[in-house]
């Protein structure tokens, strides 16, 4: 019982509850959930681990500020209608969230009880709410108060933004040049660990509140800011449009059948279900032997992604070490439990054709770890002929994205010299009717830090509109 005297006590003795995971050898054959996420059981049990810190460093540690302690304190209570109300007066995506956020990093990475042991599991936690939002009040919506907002990309920045700004009266329209809601939440992020159908009901969620949503719209091309802040009557804009412009290798052959970048691979399958072929038109290669530059979470989806499409030598091959790859934890976890292999030291060279004329293989160069980089990582430094051919019919480039170029075509702000655009905290451009946040100001992140750019700016144009 974690309450003594009126004092709430955490359950210090119980360990940290496991992830309720699907077999690793079972579901590296489909896109099934990795996860299943919490019974209810386990959720409460999870719960009577929290301290309840007077000073919560969680709650510091999440970048939309969520009440965690108190949300985590309805749960034991097996309150989870407070609970998840509690999360939403923070947050209108919290089973995405849940699944796909770096809590390690954020507020688990601040949990207490994480100093000498496991922290309470707060993203767990977090989905088993999200996953009923039955349960969860109608939200407040204020009066109409006549302002018109058109919102450029329906990522987790734009529909963060769109919710705020409804939840505050205003007539919002979602522009999205893709035919479907949630931008990288659905053609970057495969089903197994972020299914479709939890996108969609977070989307139909902001329709409730009034949100309108025009597809197959892409700002730049069909009108630019001038013409929405002229003719078509919006009183603000806000401009999500991510930093979906892959990175190039930059070597030779990377323009060969059957080399991909991240981008283009998961979208295939992510938002055209390519792995579907032929019950839907949109073809992809089903690589045996695949290989994947790059370090990331992306990387780690691509090379799951091809497991799962039947690779039988699924590789990851990354120029510094496992310790310096910069995805989370649980996915390099999960991807080698799966029988993805990583090739650790390796820098690619150049790819080469087969009889064919697609690629047959890559040329990589051997490294050790030098001296650290700007980055603070230990710099990649080529051994003297140390180089070697891995064979492959299917390579994938996970190295990074640039900035969308169409936030040079929808106008009206000032971009840097890498076409990112220029914005304060609080998401303030140079044009003071436009606003802009997530990917295509602060370079590729997280969701939940696009998220809470948009609920900055949402809250600056909410004040700047009074």
């Not at 006590?9 to 896109?31: I, K």
């Not at 197959?216 to 804009?237: I, P, T, Y």
């Not at 890559?362 to 051994?383: A, F, K, N, T, Y």
């Amino acid at each position: 019982m974690p309450e003594v005297n009126g004092r709430w006590v955490a359950n210090m003795d119980l360990p940290r509850t496991p992830d309720n995971e699907e077999p690793a050898a079972e579901r590296a054959c489909d896109f099934r959930p990795v996860d299943k996420g919490f019974t209810e059981e386990m959720a409460v049990a999870e719960a009577s681990r929290c301290m309840r810190c007077k000073k919560p460093l969680c709650v510091e540690g999440c970048p939309v500020n969520i009440d965690i302690p108190t949300f985590i304190t309805h749960i034991y209570e097996r309150e989870f209608g407070k609970a998840l109300d509690t999360i939403r007066e923070s947050s209108m995506l919290p089973a995405i969230c849940g699944r796909v956020c770096p809590q390690e990093n954020q507020c688990e990475g601040k949990c207490v009880r994480g100093r000498k042991g496991e922290p309470v599991a707060i993203g767990q936690l977090e989905r088993f709410l999200g996953d009923q939002p039955e349960l969860a009040s109608k939200p407040a919506v204020k009066p109409a108060n006549g302002k018109k907002v058109a919102v450029i990309g329906s990522g987790p920045s734009g529909i963060a933004c769109a919710g705020e700004l409804a939840r505050n009266g205003f007539d919002v329209t979602v522009f999205e040049a893709f035919f479907t809601g949630g931008g990288v939440l659905v053609y970057g992020i495969p089903e197994f660990r972020l299914p479709k159908a939890v996108v969609k009901r977070e989307i139909d969620g902001l329709r409730d509140l009034g949100v309108k949503f025009e597809f197959n719209s892409v700002m730049g091309r069909l009108a630019d800011a001038e013409e929405l802040l002229g003719e078509k009557g919006f009183d603000a804009l806000y401009v999500a449009t991510g930093a979906g412009l892959p990175k190039f290798l930059n070597i030779p052959g990377e323009n060969l059948p059957n080399v991909f970048f991240a981008n283009e691979y998961l979208t295939r399958v992510n938002l055209m279900k390519a792995n579907e072929f032929p019950e839907y038109d949109t073809p992809t290669k089903h690589g045996k032997n695949v290989v994947v530059f790059g370090g990331g979470n992306v990387a780690m989806d691509a090379v799951r992604t091809a497991k799962r499409l039947g690779a039988e030598h699924a590789i990851i091959a990354y120029r510094r070490t496992e310790d310096e790859m910069p995805c989370r934890k649980a996915e390099l976890h999960h991807a080698k439990a799966e029988g993805v292999e990583v090739l650790p030291l390796v820098a690619p060279l150049e790819f080469f054709k087969g009889e064919d004329g697609n690629v047959a293989g890559v040329r990589v160069q051997h490294c050790e770890l030098g001296e650290p980089d700007d980055s603070g990582r230990r710099r990649p430094v080529p051994i003297e002929g140390a180089i070697e051919e891995i064979p492959c019919d299917v390579a994938i480039s996970a190295i990074g994205t640039n900035a969308n170029p169409f936030a040079k075509l929808i106008g009206g702000m000032e971009l840097n010299k890498w076409g990112y655009i220029e914005a304060d905290e609080d998401g303030r451009t140079s044009n003071p009717k436009i606003w802009a946040g997530g990917d295509i100001v602060t370079g590729a992140a997280t969701v939940i830090l696009a998220m809470g750019a948009g609920k900055k700016a949402a809250a600056s144009i909410t004040a700047a509109l009074s």
